[in-house]
């Protein structure tokens, strides 16, 4: 049984530029969250995608924005990038009321 | 405003030495749920326990065992007889009562030395 996969592992990316991370669910989830965890710190928020629709949302800018597809699998992009979106970004799944399932997070260096 | 502070930011103790991990939150919800997380190196953040606020019964799983007091806005997590294995940052965090919206605290970084 696949846990919750995210790719890439890493990503090296120039301050402007655009990223599109991707998550896998844990099979049978249909909830998806995403996380960002700066270094040393604990993650913040991002938001949460349930049937291909943006649910809740984090103190995060426009420029982070998302999409759910049918078969539950989720996309974070991020826009212009700034340096200060360096970061491991954490992806989760659920199912109902279910504790949330991380995956291993995607490492974005921005330079 | 919700907040999770966890005031250790490391701790070192040697193998088999019991250990407790603070955690206090703010949180003007009547209900809510708490959460501890484990995160290895790999990154992955690992489920290890979730109570809803109007259950204030202490939990122990084998070595690890967590005291919620609601009255004090604690909610902390003691590991008995520690193990190399259990070196890891851990996490707690709040939620609200049917959102699946965590706010997570600093993280304690736990080293058990052998």
């Known amino acids: 049984d696949a846990g919750v996969t995210q790719s890439p592992t890493h990503l090296i990316k120039t301050r402007g530029q655009q990223v599109t991370l991707r998550c896998s669910p844990k099979s049978g989830h249909d909830t998806v969250s995403w996380y960002q965890q700066a270094l040393g710190q604990g993650p913040q928020f991002i938001f949460q995608y349930y049937e291909e629709e943006e649910r809740q949302r984090g103190n995060f800018p426009d420029r982070f924005s998302g999409h759910q597809f049918p078969n539950y699998s989720s996309e974070l992009n991020v826009n212009a990038l700034l340096l200060g979106d360096s970061a491991l970004y954490l992806c989760?799944?659920?199912?109902?009321?279910?504790?949330?399932?991380f995956g291993n997070g995607t490492r974005l260096t921005v330079t | 405003a919700q907040k999770v502070t966890q005031a250790q930011t490391e701790i070192s103790v040697v193998e088999k030495e019991d250990v407790t991990l603070d955690c206090v939150y703010e949180t003007r919800d009547t209900t809510y749920y708490l959460f501890w997380y484990k995160q290895p190196p790999s990154g992955e953040l690992v489920f290890l326990i979730r109570?809803?606020?109007?259950?204030?019964q202490n939990e122990i799983s084998g070595r690890y065992s967590w005291n919620f007091q609601k009255s004090t806005s604690s909610f902390n997590f003691t590991i008995t007889a520690s193990q190399v294995v259990d070196s890891a940052v851990y996490f707690c965090?709040?939620?609200?009562?049917?959102?699946?919206?965590?706010?997570f605290g600093q993280g304690t970084r736990l080293t058990i030395n052998p």
């Open positions: 965090a709040l939620s609200p009562w049917g959102a699946q919206k965590l706010v």
């Open positions: 989760a799944s659920t199912r109902g009321g279910s504790p949330l399932h």
């Open positions: 109570r809803n606020s109007f259950d204030e």
